[in-house]
């Protein structure tokens, strides 16, 4: 993964492209860690055909494409595998400000505040195969940072962004 962490730092130097990094490895800038195989990031859906010509030009290419999501694995070594999550500019941007530093594997990423983490989260829970994963790893952030989201706040989430089961999963915390 480091690679890829790298390779992500590099197109931003070049090119000003902007990432978050989202998914699994984002977990522990708030002292979660899980298992992972793929790095997942995000950046503006504005971006993506550029985004796109650097990931071709570093070796990956597509193999999974849903609305917002393009999924890309690299030609050579298949076992790299980057997820890019695209959203609107305006989204992206009150994500990016709201941003914090996180150095993984020696190298200095943004990573979405804890709130807009859990926002992420609890979208992604809505699909039925997604849900038992990404609703345990909203436990687990909430568990690793208590107080730090108020209950009002999380109510507000998962009214937003999740579902009623969401939270009543999440209930002892609200």
């Given at each position: 993964?480091?690679?890829?962490?790298?390779?992500?730092?590099?197109?931003?130097?070049?090119?000003?492209?902007?990432?978050?990094?989202?998914?699994?490895?984002?977990?522990?800038?708030?002292?979660y860690?899980r298992?992972?195989?793929?790095?997942?990031?995000?950046?503006?859906?504005?971006?993506?055909?550029?985004?796109?010509?650097?990931?071709?030009?570093?070796?990956?290419?597509?193999?999974?494409?849903?609305?917002?999501?393009?999924?890309?694995?690299?030609?050579?070594?298949?076992l790299?595998?980057?997820?890019?999550?695209?959203?609107?500019?305006?989204?992206?941007?009150?994500?990016?400000?709201?941003?914090?530093?996180?150095k993984?594997?020696?190298?200095?990423?943004?990573v979405?505040?804890?709130?807009?983490?859990?926002?992420?989260?609890l979208?992604?829970?809505?699909?039925?195969?997604?849900?038992?994963?990404?609703?345990?790893?909203?436990?687990?952030?909430?568990?690793?940072?208590?107080?730090?989201?108020?209950?009002?706040?999380?109510?507000?989430?998962?009214?937003?962004f999740?579902?009623?089961?969401?939270?009543?999963?999440?209930?002892?915390?609200?």
């Open positions: 993964m480091r690679a890829v962490f790298e390779l992500l730092l590099r197109i931003q130097a070049a090119s000003g492209l902007r990432f978050l990094l989202i998914g699994g490895w984002a977990l522990q800038a708030y002292g860690a298992q992972t195989v793929d790095v997942d990031c995000m950046t503006a859906t504005q971006d993506e055909a550029r985004v796109s010509v650097e990931l071709n030009n570093a070796g990956f290419e597509p193999f999974d494409r849903l609305s917002a999501f393009v999924r890309y694995r690299h030609r050579v070594n298949p790299m595998v980057l997820d890019l999550m695209m959203v609107d500019a305006g989204t992206f941007e009150k994500m990016w400000l709201e941003a914090q530093s996180f993984v594997a020696d190298f200095s990423l943004r979405p505040s804890l709130e807009h983490l859990i926002a992420l989260k979208h992604a829970a809505k699909n039925p195969h997604r849900a038992s994963r990404d609703l345990s790893d909203v436990i687990e952030l909430l568990s690793m940072n208590r107080s730090k989201v108020s209950p009002e706040s999380l109510q507000e989430l998962c009214d937003k999740g579902s009623p089961e969401a939270a009543q999963k999440l209930r002892s915390f609200l």
